[in-house]
């Protein structure tokens, strides 16, 4: 028990997961024996999302704004890399700098010109997402290649690599398990976007539609539902892009502090 409340100690795999089980308990018996009187109670919340799941087909909206946003995180992924890549030449190296500074940008103008550029309006979704996902992806993938140390890239060119190997081996190869960390702390960002996109664009249904009209009527129980299994769908893409990054990059964990 000590262990548990001491700076920077490691509990057992089975002591913190009792915890982290005693707490989400705990958590439940509030909201179940002391809910809220504005709050819809656990009764409501679950006969809400048996409802939309047997009769609004939660699990294929679901389904459907995991793909959009599945895709957008691929083409936002690339971008990025490339943009933030760049950064090696000083030519490109405005471009990033710009590119950062455009997630200060709201998208309620944006998107009345991208509509003008693509033909469809999942080609609209697909652009929102895009744009505000890559801004700050660039952002944070740029911070991780200025972590690089002049120590690094003295030792590649001890070894004889010329500049480019150098900035292949140390900051391309040398920083994907960061590259990696920056792409799961940003898909978050397309959660928060998908109800705005999806409510402008209603053609293709999506989670964030259901959502959008559970809150127009007041239905609390359903937002509740839905906010539920957003929050689920996204700790589990949380932890399948740990699991990657453990399973590609053993390495990464290397120098944390223990």
Known sequence: MKELFSPNAQPRRRTFALMAAGQAALLLGL??????????SLSEVLRAFVDMVTTQGLIQELWASMTTALQALAVATVLALLISYLTALPF????????????YLTLTGLTFFMALMVSSGHEVKLSVLIFATTV??????TSVIL?????EMDHARTLG??????????????KLDDMLEVVRQN?????????????????????GLLLYKQNRY???DGVVAI??????????QDYVFGLLRRVFFPYSSLTTAR
């Open 31 to 40: 909201w179940l024996w002391m809910p809220l009187r504005m709050f819809p």
């Open 92 to 103: 490109f190296r405005p471009l990033a700098y710009a590119a950062s500074k455009m997630r």
């Open 136 to 141: 700050y992806l660039v952002t944070g993938m």
């Open 147 to 151: 972590t690089t140390t002049q120590q």
């Open 161 to 174: 690599l010329g500049e480019w190997r150098s900035f292949w081996e140390v900051v391309v190869l040398g």
């Open 187 to 207: 898909f978050a960002i397309i959660w928060t976007m998908i109800t705005l996109v999806e409510t402008l664009y209603q053609s293709e249904g999506g989670i």
């Open 218 to 220: 007041l239905h609390l």
């Open 227 to 236: 906010q539920l299994v957003i929050l689920a769908a996204g700790a589990a």
